[in-house]
């Protein structure tokens, strides 16, 4: 099963996809987790690398080296050996090189690419390696991957989606949020993506969790799960840490057992 | 997006070359054309059409 997780900058896309990830893999799935957002970098510290992985825009040369090698044709060569895993048909999670892809017991984290300089152009490329990747990514009935997608709904423009089969926003407790859910449903839709499920987080009360509820049923948009609002997950996130073991499980496990 | 199809116009069909194509190169009367993940690959023609604003495409009319 491949997971889009997406919504509104801010509204905690990272953080349920770390939650959701330390819960498949509790569960006794292999998780890959995709950092397919081109601008924040810390989900390897949410789930508890000391390192990202290496971007796998550099398998094709990151955005500088590539330009340097259109000016002579592509040769035979170490790059280009690692390159060739991104032409397969078909790649599977053991295909990643090693140096692209974290792994702890089975929680593996890959890294699409961040934009690092400025004027160094869009983010184009990066849509298209992820759309790419998570086409031919091949996975068997123990695996999950979760893609931890850039806020807004762009990923959809470029196509990102089109090989998912669960998209999941997550809804915090505002106006616009709530706007982008519907957003992000109607472009599902268009994408071919059947499912699209919301969850709730940063609630900070049963009112204000009936209200939202209330307001995405409006839009036609079911609610699988409410993560509310956790000082030591606010903690972690201004810290950089990892998100502790067992952080809103009862909360999350409601989530995936939907998700499944 | 800004990344584009590549199409080679054959007398009014188009029919699709290459995907996610990133550079293209004019050599002599082909173009070189390398998508996102280095695959290459060359065109006779001459250039009928570009566009950046809603089909991201480019279209390479057969021949000389």
Redesign the interface.
Known sequence: MKISVCGKGGSGKSVIATLLANEFKTRGYCVLVVDSDESNSGLYRMLGFDHPPLPLMEL?GGKKG?KE??SV??SSGES?HK?EV??QDKILVKDIPPQHIKDSDGLRLVNIGKILHSLE??A??M???SR?FLAKLHIDEDEVVIVDMEAGVEHF??GIETSIDRVLVIVEPSFESLELALKVKELAIDAGVSKTWAVLNKVNSDEIATKLKGELEKRGIEVIGIVHYIPQVFEACLEGHKLGDGVASEEIRKVVDALV | ???ATVYLDTGGELEKAMS?V??I?AENSRFRL?N?????KYLEGKLKRIDFWEEHCVVIEQGG
């Open positions: 094709v590539f090698r259109m044709k592509f280009e390159m991104l032409t152009g869009c184009c490329p849509g298209v390696l790419e423009g470029r | 997006m800004c990344i996610d990133v550079y190169e390398v996102l993940v280095g695959e290459e």
